[in-house]
């Protein structure tokens, strides 16, 4: 038995198989003599995540603290959909099937579900993130005389690899040039990425380990397979379940439905219009229709950064439940906590909306709409 398995016992999930080709693969990154840093790259539903909630485990019971970077705008483990961010990790997950809401240590709002609708922007918001990782995690730390702890990274990725997905991944991985590769592979070859080290184009880099691995689901030929997923109703629970903390734990939320009817009473944030700026992200909106796009919307809460390539942290997540332009208010409903909350200077606007069957709970009053919108 490995290490990782013995801190979460010989299953890690009574759901999940962990094949030993994976337990291996985890033990010879964590076993590596220096920190390391590891992509998670493959098709679409092969496991990438499973295998990166993982690999995670297994780190942790080497190290105090793993980051991991999720460029999976579509489908994230630790934050709402439309997000690239950076969390460090200090605790073992012992259930790999129940993914989990957490605070991320920097985060950026790009605003969808998918790169394609403007791929050069997204490689600019992880090759962001992954700097700042650099910066505060690795570079510092390996310095003379410093004090930190090199802290190693998980970078889990999408699972578009084809056509202009390839090339963002090419390019990825050209920026971020991992210590470690974890390439996984399913029987259905014209899927799967290419053989080898596909983005060196020909050249030979010893600094670079490559570990190809097979879906740990299989059909009863012993053939790794695609399951398929739900992923819009996968992005609507995680919003759902992002809205929730709204609330206590202790609060009786377990329903749609009861959701629905907390935040139809949920007191809202004051915002003054004011005293925020609205960005809408790859679109244009006509100054006119700006409240009108707004109102009964999801929007980032950004911090404003200065200069033109600083990207604005974002802090979270907020529904624009009313807008009084009367008053010049905003009604904001969003479980940020309120010292954050008075950093944020910007509200971006993207292709992220309230999931449709919170607005269509029957005998609830939607709290998302103003009628006194200009």
Not at 226 to 249: E, G, S, T, W
Request: include cysteine; charge should be positive.
């Amino acid at each position: 038995m490995t290490d990782g398995e013995r801190a979460m016992g010989s299953s890690p999930s009574p759901d999940i198989y962990i094949p030993e080709q994976w337990s291996q693969a985890a033990e010879s990154i964590a076993s590596s003599s220096t920190p390391t840093i590891t992509l998670i790259c493959g098709a679409k539903n092969c496991g990438k995540t499973t295998f990166s909630r993982y690999l995670l485990n297994v780190l942790l019971t080497k190290f105090k603290r793993v980051a991991y970077l999720d460029t999976d705008v579509g489908q994230p483990e630790f934050t709402p959909p439309a997000f690239v961010s950076l969390t460090v990790v200090r605790k073992i997950t012992p259930d790999l099937t129940i993914p989990c809401l957490k605070t991320p240590e920097r985060c950026l709002f790009f605003g969808d579900v998918s790169s394609k609708r403007d791929p050069s922007a997204y490689l600019n918001y992880i090759f962001s993130i992954y700097d700042y990782y650099q910066k505060e995690y690795y570079t510092l730390a390996k310095r003379e005389k410093s004090s930190r702890t090199v802290v190693p990274l998980v970078v889990n990725t999408p699972g578009w690899v084809k056509g202009v997905g390839y090339d963002v991944l090419v390019d990825m991985l050209k920026h971020i040039c991992p210590t470690h590769i974890v390439k996984i592979g399913i029987s259905t070859e014209n899927k799967n990425l290419p053989a080898g080290k596909f983005w060196l184009d020909g050249k030979h880099d010893e600094t670079m380990n490559l570990i190809e691995i097979n879906s740990a689901r299989q059909d009863s030929l012993n053939r790794s397979v695609l399951v398929q997923k739900d992923a819009h109703l996968l992005r609507d629970l995680r919003i759902m379940a992002y809205f929730r903390q709204c609330f206590p734990n202790d609060s009786d939320i377990s329903t749609i439905k009861e959701l629905a009817h907390s935040l139809t009473s949920h007191c809202p944030y004051q915002v003054p219009i004011a005293s925020v700026k609205i960005r809408h992200v790859h679109r244009e909106v006509p100054s006119s229709e700006i409240f009108y796009s707004l109102n009964a919307s999801i929007v980032g809460l950004a911090v404003e950064s200065e200069g033109p390539k600083n990207l604005p942290w974002c802090l979270g997540l907020g529904i624009v439940r009313g807008i009084d332009t009367v008053k010049g208010m905003l009604y904001v409903i969003t479980p940020v906590p309120f010292n954050a909350l008075k950093k944020v200077n910007l509200l971006l606007q993207g292709y992220i909306q309230i999931p449709t069957c919170l607005l269509q709970v029957q005998g609830c009053i939607s709290p998302y709409m103003s009628e006194n919108v200009l």
